[in-house]
């Protein structure tokens, strides 16, 4: 089994650019696909990545995802920054046919 | 479009068997993966298990003994129980669709809050 690991929080301005890592602790972060959430408060999470880097119909080119093989984790980086982006991010993947999730991110801009 | 609504009893007591259905509409559970995911108050989101188009289930390993996920495609929803709940069962309960075995959770219910307390 591995985990995923996220930072706590991560804090940028509007405007700006922030990157939310995602580091997978064993076996390699190509393994399987690596899809990320936004949740707002009281809000089921919606889905902003999936399969690494593709992104769904309506969520806006401001999200990326990429994965990077050398560090071993994946990152979801929102340029442009709004104050609408100020959400919990998760990364999830999988570990055999079990879903693991990271320990999510709290977003802050200001 | 698919949409997913739980359904079931918002309090249960310790030691019981915590009970959800999870309706689909806009789409049929004969397709795709069904999930059930959990998120304990003020805390992350925990996946709990899922049932595919085959009725096959897979259990997260740290609950699995616990875990029963049915489907009855003739009312097009899903089900969920818990058996010898304790109070670290309080959580919302979220139902998700993932497209494939990997996939990511493209569509959710809103929630439901089962809170576990005698």
């Known amino acids: 089994n591995f985990m995923l690991t996220q930072p706590h929080s991560v804090s940028e301005s509007p405007g700006k650019t922030a990157t939310i890592s995602c580091t997978r602790s064993s076996g390699s972060i190509a393994s399987n696909y690596v899809h990320w959430y936004q949740q707002r408060p009281g809000i089921a999470p919606t889905i902003v990545i999936y399969?690494?880097?593709?992104?769904p119909s309506g969520v806006p080119d401001r999200f990326s995802g990429s994965i990077d093989s050398s560090s071993n984790s994946a990152s979801l980086t929102i340029s442009g920054l709004k104050t609408e982006d100020e959400a919990d991010y998760y990364c999830q993947s999988y570990d055999s046919s079990s879903a693991v999730f990271g320990g999510g991110t709290h977003l802050t801009v200001l | 479009q698919v949409q997913l609504e739980e359904s079931g009893p918002g309090l249960v007591k310790p030691s019981e068997t915590l009970s959800l259905t999870c309706t689909v509409s806009g789409g049929s559970i004969g397709s795709h993966f069904w999930n059930w995911i959990r998120q304990p108050p003020g805390k992350g989101l925990e996946w709990i298990g899922n049932i595919d188009s085959r009725g096959a289930t897979s259990h997260n390993p740290s609950l699995k003994s616990r875990v029963t996920i049915s489907e009855d495609t003739s009312k097009n929803h899903f089900s969920l129980k818990l058996s010898s709940v304790t109070a670290a069962d309080t959580a919302v309960y979220y139902c998700a669709r993932s497209f494939y075995y990997d996939g990511g959770f493209d569509y959710w219910g809103q929630g439901t809050l089962v809170t576990v307390s005698p």
């Open positions: 399969e690494d880097n593709q992104r």
